[in-house]
């Protein structure tokens, strides 16, 4: 269809042409929103991926252990570095055509063997549907139930004949080729479960209540989906019906649902792109989909205000799910940086012929301290360097380091917003702490300070005031007995996180 293309197009623009960029702008974070259930998703990810060249990934998928579908764990269980349903579609690319269209067609594969491969790496999870999806007019499902439901892959490759969770493959088999880290970014699933186990506890919805949201919302709703779309649900019923004829009662339903998905998949694929700055509004934390996102003139804000009423559970776990993934972002960014920083320290010292440059290119897991907070030192004094370089006329501005992260566009907007946002949960970590002084009286003890002794100035029984500012400062409470005397002392301050090896 002529709109699902142009909808691919519009977000794969907006991914390559307004990034997010880091507090540092080291890093250029591209978010590239997909309609997880709809064709060509495949391909737009294997445009955008040949168009950036990244350094690494962030896949909106949940981190799964090996044999959790059987129930494997202790020493045989290890972490995959992706689902399994991966492998499954990389182990039939070909048959599914994805050496001509990136997994999105146009081969032929046996569907019966591939879901028979798909239902034995099946990780079911008790994150359920809302009560209201059966009214939902735009489907925006997550990568998880790629995940938790495998199988209505091989439903869809016999339904319609392209394959669901392709993007990913395609992802995965382009972050090979080019040697970067591919990354599950989502949270794993016993965390989600624990979620909706929360927000279904404290929901009550009274049926005046529903029938209030569906009064003139729905059909509202039904109005923004693309006429396409609309002319083909005309029909699809009637073809599922006839496919499905000699089927098992269970397995007509499992394709009705497959179909059903599909089909609100292409309305959501048929979104544009949002404007920059359009999207959740607030500081994002819980409420901020439902409460500020239709506020702009885009069709994809109003969608997704729209749909936040009709499903208020799902999107709720929706903020979650994209402030997990938001600081996956982060931590991911900064380590980007790290390793951009190392190459750019040894490119420096290897033109310059400084001594010691081979030792100051070792991955920074084998140096020690000292040799980390020193080549940290170097790096900031050549990129205080590079800036005042920059400055002068005719000088060429090293690009910053590419993070390309592919994931729902329903989180597209709540990322941005929480991103802009310095009071945003996202930043929680990197807020500064101070203390006030302390008020603990001075004890009576005669106990003798070592402090004291060898030339230090606090007197027995002060709590001392010097605590550690940043990330684990602790042991500055209490006493001298137990109390760590000096406080904080050891802890990371703001700013200055020990870098970790990249992979």
């Known amino acids: 269809m002529a709109e699902l293309e142009a909808s691919a197009e519009e977000w794969a623009a907006a991914c390559l042409e307004a990034p997010l960029m880091t507090r540092n702008g080291g890093v250029a974070v591209h978010l590239l929103g997909l309609a997880h259930f709809s064709p060509g998703q495949a391909a737009s990810v294997k445009r955008v991926v040949e168009s950036l060249a990244p350094q690494a990934m962030l896949l909106e998928l949940p981190p799964c252990v090996s044999g959790a579908a059987n ?19 990389l182990d039939h690319w070909d048959e599914l055509g994805g050496s001509s269209s990136g997994g999105s067609g146009g081969g032929w594969v046996d569907s019966v063997v591939l879901e028979k491969a798909l239902s034995d790496v099946a990780t079911p999870a008790r994150v359920g549907r809302d009560l209201l999806d059966p009214y939902e007019c735009f489907g925006l499902y997550p990568g998880a139930d790629y995940v938790t439901r495998p199988q209505q892959i091989s439903h869809c490759v016999q339904l319609f004949g392209f394959a669901p969770g392709a993007e990913y493959a395609a992802a995965v088999r382009a972050a090979q080729r080019l040697g970067v880290p591919a990354l599950c970014a989502d949270a794993p699933l016993k965390l989600q479960e624990r979620w909706a186990a929360e927000l ?13 949201v569906l009064d003139g919302l729905h059909s509202r709703m039904q109005a923004e989906v693309a006429g396409c779309v609309q002319d083909w649900d005309l029909t699809l019923p009637a073809a599922v019906t006839e496919a499905c004829e000699g089927m098992g009662e269970n397995a007509a339903r499992d394709r009705m649902l497959a179909a059903f ?31 500020g ?49 190392d190459a750019a320290a040894a490119a420096a010292a290897a033109a310059t012929g400084a001594p010691g440059a081979s030792q100051d290119a070792a991955p920074q897991s084998s140096r020690g301290p000292e ?4 080549q940290a030192q170097q790096a900031q004094q050549a990129q205080q360097g590079q800036q005042g370089q920059q400055a002068q006329p005719g000088q060429a501005q090293r690009p910053p380091a590419r993070v ?30 101070t203390f006030a002084p302390s008020v603990v009286e001075p004890a009576t003890s005669a106990e003798p300070d070592p402090d004291t002794e060898h030339g ?25 007995r137990g109390g760590g005397r000096g406080g904080g002392g050891g802890g990371v301050t703001a700013g200055q996180r020990t870098a970790q090896p990249f992979p």
């Open 404 to 433: 390309l992260v592919l994931l729902g566009r329903q989180h597209v907007p709540l990322l941005r917003a929480m991103w802009g946002d310095a009071g945003s949960l996202l930043y929680r970590g990197d807020v500064p702490r």
């Open 71 to 89: 129930g494997t764990t202790g020493a045989r269980a290890r972490v995959l570095p992706y689902p399994a349903f991966i492998d499954v579609l």
């Open 371 to 374: 040799q980390q907070a020193q």
């Open 456 to 480: 230090g100035s606090r007197r027995v029984g002060h709590v001392s005031t010097q605590m550690g500012g940043g990330r684990g400062g602790g042991g500055g409470g209490g006493g001298d």
């Open 261 to 291: 998905k599909v089909s609100r998949a292409m309305a959501a694929g048929c979104l544009p792109a949002p404007l920059h700055g359009d999207g959740a509004a607030g500081g994002g934390g819980e409420g901020a989909v439902a409460s």
């Open 200 to 212: 279904a506890s404290g929901f009550t919805p009274r049926e005046a209540d529903v029938l209030g």
């Open 293 to 341: 996102v239709g506020e702009g003139a885009c069709a994809t804000a109003r969608a997704l205000a729209s749909q936040a009423q009709l499903q208020p559970l799902k999107f709720r776990f929706l903020e979650r799910s994209t402030l997990h993934i938001g600081r996956q972002v982060v931590e991911v960014s900064a380590r980007v940086a790290a390793a951009a920083a």
